[in-house]
């Protein structure tokens, strides 16, 4: 088993991108850091939970599992009859049986196992043949309550959250407020899952840099200029600007945007530690990261259309083939981090700065208290 001190000195990022080295390779490859690590950290941090067309109307039940073959953990959106959205633990506090198993409209929440009722806000109505228990019903025979928000068309939920959604949200909310996002459609034929063969957190390092784009995308090289590709770092989230190289199929910008005048292609913002907004002028396509393995990430493209004729032109264009060709490279580097003989690499200051940010938030979370992995993280978060 991996002891603090080797996670401390894996997660050693110099807060200078000039000076830094990359974490230790361990961290793609040790079964207890994947283990303990990544739970403790996706356990308190904001996860893509479900679609909020799903639980629009009063009475509405939309069962949902956060990061299944990760967390597993089963949650239950509900909308009361005042229109108050909730989101609950869906597991009856009685003996544990999950309380709602389909989606649908309903006057309550009835365990079918041995009948005990919650009203839609999670509250306890009623259980038969409990007249002689003492203590009952308490505040623990409620379904526990978890925190959620909402942006655009998504539900994000988080269990046990470090911060508050806004800090996540607040620069896409910023960017992307002229986008009616009410009018954005899901499109389930656009909308599938790819198991990548590698860590997760390869796959993200991956996404959050276009330094790539050049020697692994020739198609979409041809849709962005790399000279004019930009990155903006946040507390909790990054932004990579994709700018057109032609002008071609960019965003319809009010002239008092922050990228007013800039032939913006797509916006490519991350949202620590694992979910991926990628605004395109057709509409959103979001990628969900979901840890299966130490070796194995199941990744969830979904889609929602705002511009159909737009659709498969520009830098949005061929998103299965960028996909394909990303997770060849990715797999590559899982065998090449395993090697004897690499251990860690350093940043492009040019290039690499939002790669540089995700391992300095890796290390604010997950380095041991005390730890000069945790003291440098720490130092960072405050400026």
């Known amino acids: 088993m991996s002891t603090d001190g080797e996670w401390a000195s894996w997660l050693t ?18 079964l207890d850091f994947y283990r303990r690590g990544a739970q403790r950290l996706f356990a308190r941090t904001w996860h893509v939970a479900g679609d909020r067309q799903g639980a629009r109307v009063p009475g509405a039940t939309l069962p949902t599992t956060l990061l299944p073959g990760f967390l ?15 989101c609950l633990s869906n597991v009856c506090t009685h003996r544990g049986n999950q309380v709602v198993e389909h989606a649908g409209v309903e006057p309550y929440l009835r365990c079918r196992y041995h009948g005990r009722r919650f009203g839609l806000d999670g509250r306890f109505l009623s259980m038969p043949e409990f007249d002689a228990v003492e203590g009952f019903p308490s505040a623990a025979d409620d379904l526990p309550r978890i925190p959620f928000e909402s942006w655009g068309p998504v539900l994000f939920a988080s269990l046990d959250p470090l911060h508050p959604f806004e800090e996540l949200i607040a620069p896409i909310r910023e960017r992307a407020a002229f986008l009616p996002l009410d009018e954005f459609v899901f499109d389930a034929g656009r909308s599938r899952d790819y198991l990548v063969k590698a860590n997760w957190a390869l796959y993200c ?55 007013a005048g800039r032939p913006i292609a797509a916006y490519y913002f991350f949202l620590f530690p694992g979910t991926m907004v990628n605004l395109y002028p057709w509409g959103l396509s979001l990628n969900v990261i979901q840890p299966q ?12 259309v705002w511009k159909p004729e737009l659709l498969d032109r520009g830098a949005g264009g061929e998103l299965d083939r960028v996909e394909r060709e990303d997770e060849a490279i990715v797999e590559a ?4 981090v395993r090697s004897r003989l690499y251990r860690r690499g350093r940043y492009s200051p040019a290039r690499e700065q939002c790669v540089h940010h995700f ?13 000069t992995a945790h003291a440098h993280a720490s130092v960072h978060a405050s400026t």
């Open 359 to 371: 391992h300095r938030l890796l290390s604010r979370v997950l380095a041991p208290a005390g730890s």
């Open 13 to 30: 990022v110099d807060p200078a991108i000039e000076r830094a080295s990359t974490p230790d390779a361990s961290i793609y490859s040790d």
């Open 293 to 304: 393995a130490v070796d194995r990430t199941k990744v969830s493209f979904r889609t929602w």
């Open 205 to 259: 390092e991956n996404y959050l840099e276009g330094f790539h784009v050049p020697f692994v995308h020739a198609g979409l090289a041809d849709e962005l200029d790399y000279g004019s590709y930009s990155t903006e770092l946040f507390p909790w989230t990054s932004l990579q600007l994709g700018v057109s190289k032609g002008g071609d199929e960019v965003f319809d910008l009010p002239h008092h945007h922050p990228d």
């Open 333 to 336: 580097v899982q065998v090449g």
């Open 72 to 86: 597993d953990e089963p949650l239950v959106f509900t909308r009361d009859n005042a229109d108050g959205l909730h």
